[in-house]
């Protein structure tokens, strides 16, 4: 699987939007963007997918930038809830393995 | 709608002692199952994944085996733990045909003492 690299960590005041950058220089054209989320001690949640165009849902959008070398997740507007380690993984459609990184760990300050 | 269970939810376990971890999932049927370990600190570590019933794959070899006897049930074994199999261990399904999403469990937090 293609790697990601991703900031070890970001803040953001309550209400604000956060902007979650995510690299993948390697990814290849078969290659779907996931988003996933941990909040503390439970198991990850889905957030988002895409492969080329941007994607929006009641979570969050995903903006992918047109050489897909890179991606950004997008809170619109950050809750204390949103506070979480995002992944951000590369995977195949068919099989769905996610391999995790390390993640980037979210702090919503009130 | 979809639930997927795990028990126990936390476990204290002597070096040296057999592990049994069950997962079961409930509304769907012949449902991708995936066991993950998750390391104090640290991201998730896929270490099996079954696509039916008999059906095993192993991404990292160690000290775990897998099996799953029934359609909705994943079983991870152990027969003699190592300090090093602590962690946070995941359940995760998706649906049979090729998905976008995995759901995952609630967790069992392992601590070999």
């Known amino acids: 699987d293609a790697k990601t690299t991703q900031p070890n960590s970001m803040e953001s005041n309550e209400e604000e939007p956060v902007h979650l950058p995510c690299n993948h220089s390697?990814?290849?054209?078969?290659?779907?963007i996931h988003w996933y989320r941990q909040l503390p001690s439970q198991g990850p949640e889905y957030v988002i997918h895409?492969?080329?165009s941007n994607v929006n849902n009641r979570m969050a959008s995903l903006a992918i930038a047109e050489d897909r070398k890179s991606s950004t997740l997008i809170l619109h507007r950050a809750t204390l809830r949103d506070a979480a380690v995002y992944y951000c993984?590369?995977?195949?459609?068919?099989?769905?393995?996610?391999?995790f990184g390390g993640g980037t760990r979210v702090l919503v300050k009130p | 709608s979809q639930t997927i269970h795990q028990w126990p939810a936390t476990l204290v376990q002597p070096v040296g002692s057999p592990l049994s971890l069950e997962c079961t999932v409930e509304?769907?049927?012949?449902?991708?199952l995936y066991w993950y370990r998750q390391a104090a600190g640290r991201g998730l570590q896929l270490l099996f994944y079954s696509v039916g019933i008999g059906q095993i794959s192993s991404e990292v070899p160690q000290n775990l085996s897998a099996s799953r006897p029934q359609d909705r049930q994943f079983i991870l074994s152990s027969k003699k733990l190592l300090l090093s199999d602590s962690g946070f261990y995941l359940c995760?399904?998706?649906?049979?045909?090729?998905?976008?999403?995995?759901?995952f469990g609630p967790g069992t937090r392992l601590t070999v003492t």
């Open positions: 509304g769907t049927s012949n449902p991708n």
């Open positions: 995760a399904w998706s649906p049979g045909q090729a998905s976008y999403e995995q759901y």
């Open positions: 993984i590369l995977s195949m459609a068919a099989g769905n393995k996610l391999t």
């Open positions: 895409g492969l080329t």
């Open positions: 390697t990814i290849s054209g078969t290659d779907y």
